[in-house]
């Protein structure tokens, strides 16, 4: 009883104190303060102890250079440390895991100083205490860094991907595949009829699949249930992370999500891939087909798809805008990098001077049912307009070249290359007839 007097008192402090009315302005935005100081709306707010921390592991393994965590000048001390408060039961002092300086602090939610005396959060409450950390509430006051270029990169490229039609490209090895461009694919009546339109909405997942683990990389394998990464995407750590974490999961063909394999088709100009003609059995392949959640801020920094692989993506719910860089642009002029910088950060900072220096670049604004091609070697990032889910297969072809392929797989996987040819020759062995 005393305990809930206490937080009754400290939120209706909260409430009445000058500076956060004067803040706030208006009874509009004091009436969203009350909402928020809700004990119901704090069961959503916050993550639980073991919930912050499957959290920072993930973005331990994930992030470990944007850490403030990770950068200690004792990383032994640091990871006794943080047994010993996981054992406690403590809140871990999180980073976001992409705190680059000024992207939050200086520029990305604009706040005020003295707002933070009207939150008495506690002193056991490292996290809430920190600047970077204030309540969302506060982003609803003055538009943010994030807001502007949200709204900014809502609108239709310039420089966008050819669209075509499904129905003139039906045929294996399309003319974009054989030229390695870029294209946004329309109309696929397969995807028209998919159920994984349905079923592979997020909440539709989160209702089927929720109490299963989902990968977020297939570097480091860390998972989480995905009713978990639901209450962290509406908690504060989510809304306010500048790259939320997002779900990149290549093993749901293998386990109790597997029926999701019966809820989509590859479109037919896709459905001939290499790999798959020489190495049948999936389990000795590189990962090939990924489920994709993130929400909005989410994305993939500048990369090029691993051994040789064109991609297709089809977007089930949400919005991507996407940038892509001809095969062959010098890494460091596109600030390409490892490890890769978030890509909401990217395009804040370098986003204005690429498209000035590559008239070649290719843009995509892509919608729910449209799929994008991307073809092998091109450099290209994502981000998440909004919360997001796509399926994306990469296939190998023998376009643009197959010595380029076989170059690719040499380079990334030296162990495969060898099999691969060998397996290829036994399978394919018109490629090898010239």
Known sequence: MAKAQKNSSS?????????????????????????????????????????????????????????????????????????????????????????????????????????????????????????????????????????????????????????????????????????????????????????????????????????????????????????????????????????PLAVYDSQFGGDDRSSLLDDYTVPSCFDSDLFASAIPNEDDRPPFRWLLIGPARSGTGLHIDPVGTHAWVTLIEGCKRWILFPAGTDPEAIHMRDPQIPSAIWFRDFYDQAMRDHADAVEVLQRPGETVFVPAGWPHLVLNLELSVAITHNFATEYPSLFLLNKAIAQAEPELAGRFEIALKSSRPDLFSI
């Not at 909402?35 to 102890?49: D, F, R, V």
């Not at 204030?134 to 982003?139: A, C």
């Open 11 to 243: 939120r209706r402090r909260l409430t009445e104190n000058p500076v956060f009315s004067d803040l706030l302005g208006s009874e509009i935005h004091m009436s969203k303060a009350r909402a928020w100081c809700e004990p119901i709306e704090s069961k959503t707010l916050y993550l639980s102890g073991d919930e912050r921390y499957e959290v920072w592991t993930i973005k331990a393994a994930e992030r470990p250079h944007l850490l403030d965590v990770c950068s200690t000048d004792s990383n032994h001390q640091q990871e006794n440390t943080n047994e010993d408060a996981a054992d406690m039961n403590e809140i871990l002092a999180l980073t976001d895991g992409c705190d680059v300086s000024g992207w939050r602090k200086e520029k990305f939610v604009r706040t005020n100083a003295e707002v933070l005396s009207a939150f008495n959060v506690g002193s056991g409450c490292v996290l809430l205490r920190r600047e970077t950390q204030l309540p969302i509430v506060l982003s609803s006051i003055a538009s943010s860094a994030w807001d502007s270029l949200r709204d900014r990169l809502f609108q239709e490229p310039c420089t966008t991907a050819s669209r075509q039609l499904y129905s003139s490209n039906r045929a294996l090895h399309p003319w974009f595949e054989r030229e390695n461009v870029p294209v946004i694919l329309d109309g696929c009546p397969a995807i028209d009829q998919w159920a994984a339109m349905k079923s592979c909405r997020f909440d539709n997942l989160v209702q089927r699949y929720g109490d299963l683990e989902w990968r977020f990389s297939d570097t480091h394998g860390e998972t989480i249930t995905l009713k978990t990464y639901q209450k962290y995407l509406r908690s504060i750590e989510g809304s306010t992370d500048d790259a």
